[in-house]
């Protein structure tokens, strides 16, 4: 059983940035894959990040790709979403989620998630 808890979210102009953080219960946290999927009012949820258990791996969403870094520190339990070059666009609901097999943008792929973190994104 793993608990996710998310952070870091916010208003911030166009342009700007944030860093998400997403923090893990558990001894278990280095054997997943993680990932940070996000839901916009009246819309599904889409696959934003994701990063293998040990980090060396990443994947992103064509919509993000150079403009957002995921990372994560498996001493510290935690997940990060490292965003820059924010548009409105990327307001939405931040969700993080953890998968017991290798990375994957798939939504079904994914064993556990977090409450989400509100990010708002003003023109």
């Known amino acids: 059983q793993v608990q996710l808890v998310e952070s870091g979210g916010g208003l911030v102009q166009a342009g700007g940035s944030l860093r998400l953080s997403c923090a893990a219960s558990?001894?278990?946290?280095?054997?997943?894959?993680m990932g940070w999927f996000r839901q916009a009012p009246g819309k599904e949820r889409e696959f934003v990040a994701a990063i293998s258990w040990s980090g060396g791996s990443t994947v992103y969403a064509d919509s993000v790709k150079g403009r957002f870094t995921i990372s994560r520190d498996n001493a510290k339990n935690t997940v990060y979403l490292q965003m820059n070059s924010l548009k409105p666009d990327d307001t939405a609901l931040y969700y993080c989620a953890a998968a017991l097999r290798p990375v994957t943008g798939l939504r079904s792929g994914y064993d556990y998630w977090g409450q989400g973190t509100q990010v708002t994104v003003s023109s």
């Open positions: 558990g001894r278990t946290f280095s054997s997943y894959a």
